[in-house]
């Protein structure tokens, strides 16, 4: 159970709004202009957008730098991704100290997709803790003011914590007892997996009617016809119908403005569906476009929806 | 048991030919049983490097691992030598080494893991990764520490497919998912339910000793 709200983020989700969430993916860069005016957009559209910690192993700028000046920057309220492939828990518990430092309010605990995807695949894969332990560790600090070992924490964090989840698993069992576990945990809210397929949205919510915290489904608009055949093919738990992929190609042999419109349209549709179901929002994974094309795209699939 | 893979030979010429005289040493234990490093192999180690113009003697420590038997059997040849090439795993030539310090040694093989074996399509699997504290009993006697890329004690994670894992291209079982089918063919999903805190990685920080108390053999 929520006792305390730190958050814009719970505190809609705590009102009942259907809400929308949104990313940004810092890369290989030190500069941090252009996240800055992405989310300046975002900032139009959402209540909070999700940092992301090297996203698929690829060694980007950190998440909580980004998460920090976000807010401080464009006023969107950061959901700090950690993920457990980088840092051991000492390091972890250190990052997180910091981001209470720095009032980030909101913590997306994650695994972490392993090393050997990414593109330092010598890497060392870390993995000390796993999702489940990080949203153990989490808790402890913000419920009890402790460490891992029960150490007392000076001032400790205020933060929400949420979970990843895959609706389109297969098999789809092990990981709804996996977000049981998250739930009993303590984890506060669920973004999901890209869904394409209304379909697996709702059976996944059906099969999860029971686990009692929140769950924005996740969306990403698909830049090309190209990018969608590597997802489907790559991403696990990734479908994209038949339906979407003719649709996109179509307009994709049209232009690439008749491309966009049948993004809104497509995504537009989607977000509809979505709020039929008992979903509390959704999280719009749409990363690396140009602020003015996101801005296009967003107003474009929320107004349609 | 472990298992090791020959390195090329010709990376064992290059360290061995700047010597007059090598002693190969096989070794009786893994290496025997799995036919990468024992007498016959070592024996094929040393025609191969005659091959080259490189001359070698074979010799066979039962087990290399065990600090009496490197010195009682080599004790009394390896003074004719100036170069050892060891094909026991990675244990071996270290033993060699403390026993006869003054000796170069080189490691014919590279240790690979501890295994299972299947024969009919010549097959080794990773099996145990000595973490220190087996709880397969708990998992459908299925390890995660070794057998989920991720040592994950809370799985499955977001990346397996109709039971695949995506490191490795989809190729190799989800241990998640096999533990999983298997406890619940055991009516055992609750040890699944379950949630195992972080471990304690103490037990597994190299380096490792035991001791035990010493047995006087008759």
């Known amino acids: 159970m929520i006792q305390k709200i730190y958050s814009d983020l719970m505190r809609s989700l705590s009102e009942g709004k259907f809400i929308f969430t949104g990313e940004i993916e810092p890369v290989k860069t030190t500069n941090i202009y252009e996240m800055i005016e992405t989310a300046k957009i975002l900032k139009e559209h959402v209540v909070a957008a999700n940092v992301t910690d090297n996203p698929a192993g690829l060694a980007y700028m950190n998440s909580l730098v980004p998460s920090y000046i976000i807010q401080k920057e464009a006023s969107l309220e950061a959901i700090y991704q950690i993920t457990c492939r980088d840092r051991n828990r000492i390091a972890i518990f250190s990052d997180l100290l910091a981001a209470g430092a720095l009032e980030i309010k909101n913590v997306l605990a994650l695994t972490g997709d392993h090393t050997a995807l990414g593109d330092n695949p010598q890497a060392k894969p870390v993995f000390d803790l796993d999702s489940q332990q990080l949203v153990y560790m989490i808790r402890k600090m913000v419920d009890e003011g402790v460490d891992l070992t029960g150490h007392q924490i000076e001032n400790p964090p205020k933060f929400h914590v949420g979970v990843a989840a895959a609706p389109a698993a297969q098999p789809l069992e092990p990981e709804i007892i996996k977000l049981e576990r998250k739930a009993s945990l303590g984890a506060e809210f669920v973004q999901t997996q890209v869904v394409y397929d209304i379909e697996i949205a709702k059976k996944f919510l059906d099969d999860t009617q029971h686990i009692k915290i929140p769950v924005l489904i996740g969306i990403c608009p698909l830049k090309s016809v190209g990018m969608a055949k590597w997802m489907a093919k790559n991403l696990p738990g990734v479908i994209i119908p038949d339906g979407v992929m003719d649709r996109l190609k179509k307009a994709e042999e049209k232009s690439k403005e008749a491309l966009t419109q049948e993004n809104i349209e497509i995504f537009g549709e989607l977000i509809k569906e979505i709020k039929k179901t008992r979903a509390s929002g959704v999280h719009i994974m749409a990363v690396h476009y140009p602020p003015a094309e996101l801005s296009f795209l967003l107003t474009g699939m929320l107004s349609s929806a | ?218």
């Open chain 2, 1 to 218: 048991m472990i298992i090791t893979e020959l390195k090329p030979l010709e990376e064992i010429a290059a360290a061995v030919k700047t010597h007059m005289n090598a002693l190969i040493v096989a070794c009786g234990g893994c290496t025997t049983v799995y036919r990468t490093g024992g007498r016959a192999e070592a024996e094929n180690l040393k025609n191969s490097l005659e091959a080259k113009g490189i001359k070698s003697t074979v010799t066979l420590v039962t087990r290399q691992c065990n600090k009496q038997m490197v010195t009682s059997t080599l004790q009394p040849l390896i003074g004719n030598y100036d170069i050892i090439v060891s094909t026991a795993c990675g244990v071996g030539p270290q033993v060699i080494s403390d026993v006869f310090g003054n000796i170069p040694i080189f490691p014919a093989q590279n240790t690979k893991f501890i295994t299972k074996y299947d024969p009919e399509i010549e097959k080794f699997s990773e099996y145990c990764r000595a973490c220190g504290e087996c709880i397969i009993h708990e998992t459908g006697a299925v390890c995660p520490i070794t057998r989920c890329a991720k040592s994950m004690l809370n799985g499955p994670c977001g990346g397996q497919t109709n039971g695949k894992c995506e490191v490795g291209g989809w190729k190799n079982d989800c241990a998640w998912v096999l533990i999983y089918d298997r406890l619940k063919t055991q009516g055992k999903l609750d040890l699944f339910r379950k949630f195992r805190p972080p471990q304690d990685n103490r037990l597994s920080n190299s380096p490792r000793y035991m001791t035990r108390e010493r047995k006087e053999t008759a």
